[in-house]
């Protein structure tokens, strides 16, 4: 009887140690997402609003909490995200619920509502988990979800591509890399390493072709990509895994890459060509016409030159030579992309006749009492060959003809007019060769001062000099408003540096100063030295202010990167004697930011930026990057808990949106107006709610100098 007891005793005393044990353990099973009616969802695919389209970001996630004894009652349990690739170490939040802490004999179940989806997740490799904030502990681990949020506000376009063709050059081993920039409604740029992509060849729903292995916003073609017609199209769209199938994809715009054959292109007439001076076609062209298709030629840039010298001007696909002195080695450089430079071989242009080998000027200034020489030279044929040559003003004979017994032919003139020489040589060609100047009388003069070529801004003294001297013509007149005197006219002056507005006493062309005296102004003044006409006495201006750019300018950025929808200062020490120039370097080249020309500018994209600082005696340039802080979301918060952790009861927004020009409006479901503010936002939500935030969604819409930068949802979780 008694041994009977006992064992009763015995399998009691286990079975409470066994049920204490459980009470205590309170394990958290794996969670998961459930639909409205309660189904396990096998992908969660939230996506954003965008001008069309309301956001779908509003999931419910459940989790199991075994049995067990009371928890602290200000715990809550968390709702957690995994990386992409399943790691907990930087978990994100995605809800809470404190309310289920009481002991429990039996299996609860833990609810989290309204979740929003955070805009980085895109992976079929998340995890999620629900640990607790009394003690820290951590619940099973789901299985491997794919959980993708999708912005339908993005387009995607390929970079360094005009008519969406990129083109390459049939060298050996080439490598073109193809990349594309990503940009939301209202044309910010996003960090195109934010997604992952798919990548094909061919065009979509035609023949296109998956690229196996190629996840990235860059995609290199080689040689082996391309057809037999040396030609591919290809295209990228954002990759949501699992979720492609709920989504409307991303995609880039097609870009069409096609390779030409230098070798076949060259200029007409190589290896040389000859022309007489006065033949009516000396036009240089090449058979590109005959090699590329009309839609390269429209894209290819030109750039012809004479015996290795830029030719200005001279960019189409033609050029007509002078009627002198053309005699020369030609070639054109063509480019239809930044991979395909197209060399053509040179060409030899002889010149079977004469040549004016120095002509006239082709604008000069006469001042008053002066006489000036017009010279010209030539290699046309002298005594006793018969070249004849007659001078003319204004279409009027100035002289005879007359034969051509010196190859310097010059003349004295003493009146403002249009001068010419016209040439007939006794040559092959029988050549008739001109020269022509506009000879004006200035209405003033104007001077300009700088340091000279030479000068370094480290160095501890400089040398003013001038650096132009012109006199004005009659407005109106068709002239050029202002034509450079010689410098022999120089002598017709009498000259004295100013500084500060004061005589120095230095009357020589040049002065010698020292950089330590900052903040001086330096002029020089220029005086007509043979009859008093004050309209011809003049005074460089601006003056000069003596203003060295110490070395190491650097730009400085507040905030060191750019927040998102927000916007980064971008500064340089700021001196009233230096100018500023500010570019954003797009593809190596700068591009000018017009009207920014302060020390201080504000720029709202990611990208390179380069400021020019010019003084009156030197010149320094720095450049900056500019993109969104590495690792740090710059997310506008989606879920608030008022009347909660008091960390979360206000909406909070990034310090760019107090800004001035920044308005916030609030939108309920039925498209209700609920608040809205203008001149910059700070924290007056849900405060200032016309509902009292007491619906559980909310759009809102943040305009920034009256352009929308950031649309989203708002979470009000009790």
């Known amino acids: 009887m008694n041994k009977k007891l006992n064992l009763i005793l015995l399998v009691s005393l286990?079975?409470?140690?066994?049920?204490?044990?459980?009470?205590?353990?309170?394990?958290?099973?794996?969670?998961?997402?459930?639909?409205?009616?309660?189904?396990?969802?096998?992908?969660?695919?939230?996506?954003?609003?965008?001008?069309?389209?309301?956001?779908?970001?509003?999931?419910?996630?459940?989790?199991?909490?075994?049995?067990?004894?009371?928890?602290?009652?200000?715990?809550?349990?968390?709702?957690?995200?995994?990386?992409?690739?399943?790691?907990?170490?930087?978990?994100?939040?995605?809800?809470?619920?404190?309310?289920?802490?009481?002991?429990?004999?039996?299996?609860?179940?833990?609810?989290?509502?309204?979740?929003?989806?955070?805009?980085?997740?895109?992976?079929?490799?998340?995890?999620?988990?629900?640990?607790?904030?009394s003690t820290g502990d951590s619940g099973d681990v789901s299985e491997p979800l794919p959980i993708h949020f999708y912005r339908n506000d993005?387009?995607?376009?390929?970079?360094?591509?005009?008519?969406?063709?990129?083109?390459?050059?049939?060298?050996?081993?080439?490598?073109?890399?193809?990349?594309?920039?990503?940009?939301?409604?209202?044309?910010?740029?996003i960090n195109a390493g934010d997604f992952t992509y798919k990548w094909f060849k061919g065009r979509p729903a035609i023949d296109e072709v998956l690229i196996?292995?190629?996840?990235?916003?860059?995609?290199?073609?080689?040689?082996?990509?391309?057809?037999?017609?040396?030609?591919?199209?290809?295209?990228?769209?954002?990759?949501f895994g699992l979720c492609n199938g709920t989504f409307t994809n991303e995609e880039t715009n097609v870009v069409r890459v096609q390779q030409v054959d230098t070798a076949d292109i060259n200029i007409i007439g190589s290896p040389s060509v000859n022309f007489c001076p006065q033949d009516p076609d000396k036009t240089l062209r090449t058979n590109i016409v005959d090699v590329l298709n009309p839609q390269l030629i429209v894209r290819a840039t030109?750039?012809?030159?004479?015996?290795?010298?830029?030719?200005d001007g001279a960019t189409g696909p033609?050029?007509?030579?002078?009627?002198?002195?053309?005699?020369?080695?030609?070639?054109?450089?063509?480019?239809?992309?930044?991979?395909?430079?197209?060399?053509?071989?040179?060409?030899?242009?002889?010149?079977?006749?004469?040549?004016?080998?120095t002509p006239l000027l082709e604008n000069l200034i006469i001042l008053p009492t002066e006489t000036?020489?017009?010279?010209?030279?030539?290699?046309?044929?002298?005594?006793?060959?018969?070249?004849?040559?007659?001078?003319?003003?204004?279409?009027?004979?100035?002289?005879?003809?007359?034969?051509?017994?010196?190859?310097?032919?010059?003349?004295?003139?003493?009146?403002?007019?249009?001068?010419?020489?016209?040439?007939?040589?006794?040559?092959?060609?029988?050549?008739?060769?001109?020269?022509?100047?506009?000879?004006?009388?200035?209405?003033?003069?104007?001077?300009?001062?700088?340091?000279?070529?030479?000068?370094?801004?480290?160095?501890s003294s400089v040398i003013l000099e001038i650096k132009d001297m012109f006199g004005f013509t009659v407005s109106g007149s068709g002239a050029p408003p202002q034509v450079s005197l010689t410098e022999d006219q120089y002598d017709l002056f009498d000259f004295m540096w100013l500084k500060d507005g004061v005589p120095t006493g230095?009357?020589?062309?040049?002065?010698?100063?020292?950089?330590?005296?900052?903040?001086?102004?330096?002029?020089?003044?220029?005086?007509?030295?043979?009859?008093?006409?004050?309209?011809?006495?003049?005074?460089?201006?601006?003056?000069?202010?003596?203003?060295?750019?110490?070395?190491?300018?650097?730009?400085?950025?507040?905030?060191?990167?750019?927040?998102?929808?927000?916007?980064?200062?971008?500064?340089?020490?700021?001196?009233?004697?230096?100018?500023?120039?500010w570019f954003r370097i797009i593809d190596g080249v700068d591009e000018p930011l017009v009207g920014l020309n302060g020390n201080t500018i504000t720029v709202t994209a990611e990208g390179e930026y380069k400021v020019m600082i010019s003084s009156g005696i030197c010149m320094d340039d720095d450049s900056i990057v500019i993109g969104n802080p590495p690792g740090v979301s710059e997310l506008i918060p989606n879920l608030i808990t008022p009347g909660g952790n008091s960390a979360n009861n206000n909406w909070i927004l990034p310090a760019t949106y107090n800004e001035s020009d920044v308005e916030v409006s609030i939108y309920s479901t039925r498209g209700e107006l609920d608040f809205q503010k203008s001149g910059g936002y700070n924290e007056e939500w849900p405060a200032n709610s016309a509902t009292g935030a007491s619906e559980s969604l909310y759009f809102y819409i943040i305009t920034k100098s009256n352009s929308v930068v950031r649309k989203g949802t708002i979470t009000v979780m009790r």
């Open 14 to 133: 286990l079975s409470f140690i066994n049920y204490g044990e459980l009470l205590a353990q309170r394990t958290i099973l794996a969670p998961n997402f459930i639909d409205n009616i309660g189904d396990e969802l096998e992908q969660v695919c939230a996506s954003a609003a965008n001008s069309s389209t309301p956001a779908n970001n509003n999931f419910t996630a459940v989790a199991v909490l075994r049995p067990g004894d009371a928890l602290p009652s200000d715990n809550e349990f968390i709702l957690e995200l995994s990386d992409a690739d399943g790691n907990f170490d930087n978990a994100q939040e995605l809800g809470r619920n404190g309310t289920q802490n009481a002991a429990s004999l039996a299996d609860v179940i833990l609810r989290f509502e309204n979740i929003a989806i955070p805009p980085n997740a895109n992976s079929d490799t998340h995890r999620i988990r629900v640990v607790t904030s």
């Open 154 to 189: 993005l387009s995607l376009r390929f970079n360094n591509t005009t008519g969406g063709t990129i083109v390459v050059c049939n060298v050996v081993n080439f490598v073109e890399t193809l990349s594309f920039s990503v940009r939301d409604e209202a044309g910010n740029e």
């Open 212 to 239: 196996p292995g190629e996840t990235g916003p860059t995609l290199d073609i080689t040689q082996g990509d391309l057809d037999a017609t040396g030609t591919a199209s290809f295209f990228a769209v954002i990759d």
């Open 302 to 311: 030109f750039q012809w030159q004479k015996d290795d010298v830029d030719i």
């Open 318 to 357: 033609t050029y007509t030579l002078p009627d002198n002195n053309f005699d020369g080695n030609y070639n054109v450089n063509i480019e239809i992309g930044a991979s395909c430079p197209l060399p053509v071989n040179p060409i030899r242009v002889i010149n079977d006749g004469s040549t004016i080998t």
């Open 372 to 459: 000036l020489d017009l010279e010209v030279t030539t290699d046309a044929p002298v005594s006793p060959a018969t070249s004849l040559f007659q001078w003319f003003r204004d279409t009027s004979p100035l002289t005879g003809i007359l034969s051509l017994t010196d190859p310097t032919i010059s003349i004295s003139v003493g009146n403002p007019g249009t001068y010419s020489i016209d040439i007939m040589a006794d040559d092959s060609c029988s050549s008739m060769l001109n020269s022509t100047t506009n000879v004006f009388a200035p209405v003033g003069i104007g001077i300009t001062i700088g340091a000279t070529d030479d000068f370094d801004c480290a160095d």
């Open 506 to 581: 230095v009357t020589e062309r040049t002065l010698e100063i020292s950089t330590a005296d900052e903040n001086a102004e330096y002029a020089l003044r220029a005086t007509f030295n043979r009859e008093v006409r004050p309209e011809l006495d003049a005074e460089s201006s601006p003056p000069l202010t003596i203003a060295p750019i110490p070395s190491g300018i650097e730009i400085t950025a507040s905030p060191t990167s750019l927040p998102a929808g927000g916007s980064v200062t971008l500064s340089v020490p700021q001196n009233p004697a230096y100018t500023y120039e």
